[in-house]
C-alpha cells in the first residue's frame, strides 16, 4: 500500500529553529529547490509548529532541505 504522496513521504529527524529552517531527513531525499513540500510532525516528535506547513524549498543536501519559513518562534 503506498502513501499517495508524491514523492513519497520521507522522515524527518530534525528541524532547526531559524528564520530559515532546515529539515533533517533519516536518508537520501529526491526533493528539488523550488519544490513545495507539506510537513507532518506529530505532537510526541517535537517541533508542532511545522505541522501541516506546506512550504517551498529554497536549497537542499542530500539529507536536508531548507525551507522559506521562519521557525525560530
Not at 529526491?30 to 529554497?58: C, D, H, K, W
Amino acid at each position: 500500500m503506498t502513501s499517495g504522496f508524491v514523492p513519497p513521504f520521507e522522515y524527518i529527524t530534525g528541524i532547526t529553529q531559524a528564520q530559515k529552517a532546515v529539515v533533517t531527513f533519516l536518508s537520501v531525499h529526491n526533493f528539488i529547490p523550488g519544490e513545495v513540500i507539506s510537513l507532518r510532525v506529530s505532537p510526541p516528535y517535537g517541533m508542532v509548529q511545522a505541522n501541516n506547513v506546506t512550504v517551498l524549498i529554497l536549497e537542499i543536501t542530500p539529507t536536508t532541505v531548507t525551507l522559506d519559513v521562519d521557525s525560530s518562534q
